[in-house]
């Protein structure tokens, strides 16, 4: 079911009115591309929180001066409901470990280590209760 600011999960209770509406705002957009509800939130939440944390004060300004988040809001058909269950491979490629859900046709984001690739897999495939899978340079899986 879709949120506006005034109805929304408990579990966005407790975040100031801007992060809130940035993760209501994703999550309807998780919604209306298929995801479940108990999907949707906690990766909501995640992205938000990362999302709060990197924007600029004029990305979070222009955010704010947007209309909020409605229950019957239109978002864009994108992305695969349907990799939710696939776990988060870490690999090297173009000089850069690129962190990527099996089946999905490109990466999430790259990384110059694979150690910051590793971090993000794992909260992607927490956030999805899936696993990580991590391959050397060279393409050998790891344990």
Not at 23 to 48: E, F, H, R, T, W
Not at 71 to 86: F, M, R, T, V, Y
Request: aromatic share 8%; net charge negative.
């Amino acid at each position: 079911m879709p949120w506006n600011m005034k109805d929304y999960p408990a579990s966005m209770k407790n975040f100031e009115p801007l992060l809130r509406k940035k993760m209501i705002d994703m999550a309807n957009a998780m919604l209306a591309n298929g995801y479940d509800d108990d999907q949707a939130i906690p990766i909501a939440i995640s992205q938000a929180k990362e999302w709060f944390e990197n924007a600029t004060t004029k990305e979070k300004e222009e955010f704010e001066k947007e209309a909020n988040p409605q229950k019957n809001d239109q978002h864009e058909q994108s992305g695969n409901p349907d990799l939710l269950d696939e776990d988060v491979e870490v690999f090297f490629k173009e000089d850069k470990w690129q962190v990527k859900t099996k089946k999905a046709e490109r990466a999430d984001q790259t990384f110059d280590t694979k150690a910051e690739a590793i971090k993000r897999a794992k909260e992607i495939a927490e956030n999805k209760d899936t696993d990580v899978i991590s391959y050397t340079k060279d393409g050998k899986k790891q344990s």
